[in-house]
């Protein structure tokens, strides 16, 4: 064993045990050292490419693909975001404008209302056009969540007595 | 205006139609919690105005008013 090299011992439950076969079986590796190595070469891959902003999408042809969100990779990516910031808040996980009390989606779904270049959001919002174009890309990458949130709101209200739509027919 | 509603479009439309309307910005309140936006617009006899219709819907409202 070369100098540098070092042993890694470590429990293995009969079902990791396995999974981990099944991992070597399927990627046809020689060893399980080198099925779990080239996993991990995977899951870099795909850590460095959801970092940088870009999408992973999945389908048997470009116009039938559909996008794969893996949260474990999702959630890193945060740590690419300059303008927006995490905070805590009992059940909402999107991204907050840094410095501010405003949701990245309150920009981008007032700017997508009204037909707004993020340019335009920026001067509506006094935010750098900077923000927004950060705002923007964000928001177009987690449509799934911000959805899924005005749907919990709106679930919350009802449950509190409060009919959204009639509020805002009247 | 709360800070999640304080666009320029929204705050022309309101004026332009003779609201009196002012933000939590232009207070240089930006940031503020939620609670202390309840209290100084009630300290203010004003209406809030926001987004965030969940977080204020279960303020109570303050006893001597």
């Given at each position: 064993?070369?100098?540098?090299t070092?042993?890694?011992?470590?429990?293995?439950?009969?079902?990791?045990?396995?999974?981990?076969?099944?991992l070597?079986?399927?990627?046809?590796?020689?060893?399980?050292?080198?099925?779990v190595?080239?996993?991990?070469?995977?899951?870099?891959?795909?850590?460095?490419?959801?970092?940088?902003?870009?999408?992973?999408f999945?389908?048997?042809?470009?116009?039938?693909?559909?996008?794969?969100?893996?949260?474990?990779?999702?959630s890193?990516?945060?740590?690419?975001?300059?303008?927006?910031?995490?905070?805590?808040?009992?059940?909402?996980?999107?991204?907050?404008?840094?410095?501010?009390?405003?949701?990245?989606?309150?920009?981008?779904?007032?700017?997508?209302?009204?037909?707004?270049?993020?340019?335009?959001?920026?001067?509506?919002?006094?935010?750098?056009?900077e923000?927004?174009?950060?705002?923007?890309v964000?928001?177009?990458?987690?449509?799934?969540?911000?959805?899924?949130?005005?749907?919990?709101?709106?679930?919350?209200l009802?449950?509190?007595?409060?009919d959204?739509?009639?509020?805002?027919?009247? | 205006?709360?800070?999640?509603?304080q666009?320029?479009?929204?705050?022309?439309?309101?004026?332009?139609?003779?609201?009196?309307?002012?933000?939590?910005?232009?207070?240089?309140?930006n940031?503020?919690?939620?609670?202390?936006?309840?209290?100084?617009?009630?300290?203010?006899?004003?209406?809030?105005?926001?987004?965030?219709?969940?977080?204020?819907?279960?303020?109570?409202?303050?006893?001597d008013?």
């Amino acid at each position: 064993m070369n100098a540098a090299t070092k042993r890694a011992n470590f429990d293995l439950s009969p079902e990791q045990e396995e999974l981990l076969a099944n991992l070597r079986t399927q990627l046809a590796a020689s060893s399980t050292k080198e099925a779990v190595l080239r996993a991990v070469q995977l899951a870099t891959l795909l850590l460095d490419e959801v970092s940088q902003g870009n999408r992973l999408f999945v389908g048997k042809s470009p116009t039938t693909a559909v996008r794969l969100v893996i949260p474990e990779l999702e959630s890193r990516a945060h740590g690419q975001w300059r303008w927006l910031i995490e905070r805590p808040h009992p059940w909402r996980r999107q991204l907050w404008v840094k410095g501010r009390k405003l949701l990245a989606s309150a920009v981008w779904l007032d700017a997508m209302t009204n037909g707004m270049s993020p340019r335009e959001a920026a001067e509506n919002w006094d935010l750098p056009l900077e923000a927004c174009e950060e705002i923007f890309v964000y928001c177009e990458a987690n449509k799934a969540l911000i959805e899924a949130e005005v749907n919990e709101e709106r679930l919350r209200l009802k449950r509190a007595n409060v009919d959204v739509d009639a509020t805002a027919r009247t | 205006m709360d800070e999640d509603s304080q666009a320029r479009s929204q705050l022309n439309v309101l004026r332009s139609d003779g609201h009196e309307v002012v933000t939590i910005g232009e207070l240089e309140k930006n940031g503020t919690p939620d609670e202390e936006v309840f209290d100084l617009a009630q300290s203010l006899d004003r209406v809030v105005l926001t987004h965030n219709t969940e977080d204020f819907h279960i303020k109570p409202p303050r006893a001597d008013i």
